[in-house]
C-alpha cells in the first residue's frame, strides 16, 4: 500500500524548533521529489521545502530560508523537516507529498498545481503560541 505518514507535529512556542518526519511505504522514492507543504485555513497549500531523493538536492522557500532543513535517510525511506526559530506565521498543517515528474527546483509549485498526481501524507498539524 503506497503510504506517506507525517509525524512530529504539536505544540512550540514562538522561537522553539520542530522536527517533522515523513515516512513513506509501498514505493519506491526514486526519481521522486519529497517536498514539505503547509496549509492554513483560508489559504493556498504552500510549499516549504523539497528534496530529490537520488542527489539529495534540497530547495527552500525565501520564507523558511536559514530556519528550515530538510533530509533523508533513504535506509528509512523517511524525509525529515528541521524548523527553528518558528513564528506564528509557520503554524498550520504540513503535508509532505512524493512528486513525480518535474525537477528538483519546480517541484513544490509542481505539486501545488498538480495535487491529484501527487501521493500525499494526511498531515501534521503545527501550532506556534505560547
Known amino acids: 500500500q503506497v503510504q506517506l505518514m507525517e509525524s512530529g507535529g504539536g505544540l512550540v512556542q514562538p522561537g522553539g524548533s520542530l522536527r517533522l518526519s515523513c515516512a513513506a511505504s509501498g514505493f519506491s522514492l526514486d526519481y521522486y521529489v519529497i517536498a514539505w507543504f503547509r496549509q492554513t485555513p483560508g489559504k493556498e497549500r504552500e510549499g516549504v521545502s523539497c528534496i530529490y531523493n537520488n542527489n539529495g538536492q534540497t530547495h527552500y522557500a525565501e520564507s523558511v530560508t536559514g530556519r528550515v532543513t530538510i533530509s533523508r535517510d533513504n535506509s528509512e525511506k523517511t524525509v525529515y523537516l528541521q524548523m527553528k526559530s518558528l513564528k506564528a506565521e509557520d503554524a498550520g498543517v504540513y503535508y509532505c507529498?512524493?512528486?513525480?515528474?518535474?525537477?528538483?527546483?519546480?517541484?513544490?509549485?509542481?505539486?501545488?498545481?498538480?495535487?491529484?498526481?501527487?501521493?500525499w501524507g494526511k498531515g501534521a498539524p503545527v501550532t506556534v503560541s505560547s
Open positions: 507529498g512524493a512528486v513525480h515528474g518535474a525537477r528538483s527546483d519546480q517541484a513544490m509549485g509542481y505539486g501545488i498545481r498538480n495535487v491529484d498526481t501527487v501521493k
